[in-house]
């Protein structure tokens, strides 16, 4: 009988030689995915590089918000900052390298995965097919695998490892800070990483085609909005201290992320040139800032220009 859906495929039970013994149509096993003959067949590709991109995308977000919340409960007061900051990146780094380790193949920094054909590979839960209009043929597998999975195996490792370090590490050089916001940084993070897994689940195939453009928006908007707060007007209120260096660089490796994600880097004589965009933003804010000044435009509008 012929398969019917789009993710439903038939499984090979026995191999000897060229003889090849498949079983009735149904759900591919973990690892698999269908083919155009509707047979289930082994994830053995390597990632493309926009799904590493992918992957380094959905691993930043929890360390980007770890370092917002730490600096965000840390205050002016507090010297205990950079080493949070250190510390969540070492949380996230480590928690990266044991869900590569822990992936299929097992003990390397590799992963092998299926290619990603559409958006309705995301969301084969949607794809179970009602031969009789009444029976339904429950097909729902991991088409992307493991595009999907790792993240949230990703997340759960981020989670074990802040729980065992970084309330030590707070308790011992959080000084500065009083006891009720020593751990208010902890415990944003344990809003915003049910958070983040519900947003994987439901939205990350559209994510996965998004998320080049939604790194471009935020990191230019998240630039201006820093540069105005701090008010930076000019080049020497930017280079008269170290923290508004580090942030306008963390920008700039940002927006290069984006351009990279976006472009591919298919042509790589063609796409490389667009990374000299990268300063553009900041340097158009420098240059039209004066024009924009709030007191200016109010000075002016009481003489009458």
């Excluded at 083919?35 to 929890?62: H, R, V």
């Excluded at 179970?128 to 991991?142: A, L």
């Excluded at 024009?291 to 009481?302: D, H, K």
Aim: with cysteine; aromatic share 14%; glycine share 6%.
């Amino acid at each position: 009988m012929a398969c019917l859906g789009l993710y439903c495929g038939k499984t090979l039970l026995f191999k000897n030689g060229s003889t090849e013994l498949y079983g009735e149509c149904g759900v591919c096993p973990r690892g698999q995915r269908t083919n155009a003959q509707k047979y289930c067949q082994p994830c053995t590709e390597s990632p493309e590089l926009y799904d590493w991109l992918y992957l380094g995308f959905m691993a930043m977000l929890p360390l980007v918000l770890h370092w917002f919340f730490i600096e965000w409960y840390s205050g002016k007061k507090s010297s205990s900052a950079l080493f949070q900051h250190i510390t969540a990146l070492f949380e996230c780094s480590m928690a990266a390298i044991v869900t590569l380790l822990v992936s299929d193949p097992v003990g390397v920094l590799y992963i092998r995965s299926c290619r990603v054909l559409m958006l309705s590979d995301w969301y084969t839960m949607l794809y179970n097919p009602s031969p009789d209009y009444v029976t339904t043929v429950h097909c729902t597998h991991e088409a992307v695998y493991p595009l999907y999975t790792i993240v949230f195996i990703y997340y759960a490792f981020c989670l074990v490892l802040m729980m065992l370090l970084r309330p030590l590490l707070v308790k011992k050089i959080a000084c500065g800070l009083g006891k009720s916001d020593r751990f208010k940084s902890i415990y944003a993070a344990l809003y915003f990483f049910p958070i983040l897994t519900v947003l994987q689940a439901v939205g990350g195939g559209l994510l996965y085609y998004a998320f080049p453009y939604i790194i471009l928006v935020l990191s230019l908007v998240t630039l201006a909005v820093y540069m105005s707060a701090s008010e930076i007007e000019n080049c020497y209120d930017l280079l008269v201290r170290k923290k508004r260096l580090i942030v306008l660089f963390s920008h700039w490796l940002l927006h290069a992320y984006g351009i990279i994600s976006i472009s591919r880097v298919d042509k790589l004589e063609q796409d490389l040139p667009l990374l000299a965009l990268v300063p553009t933003p900041a340097l158009f804010y420098l240059f039209t800032a004066k024009f924009t000044e709030p007191s200016r435009i109010l000075s002016e509008g009481a003489n009458g220009h």
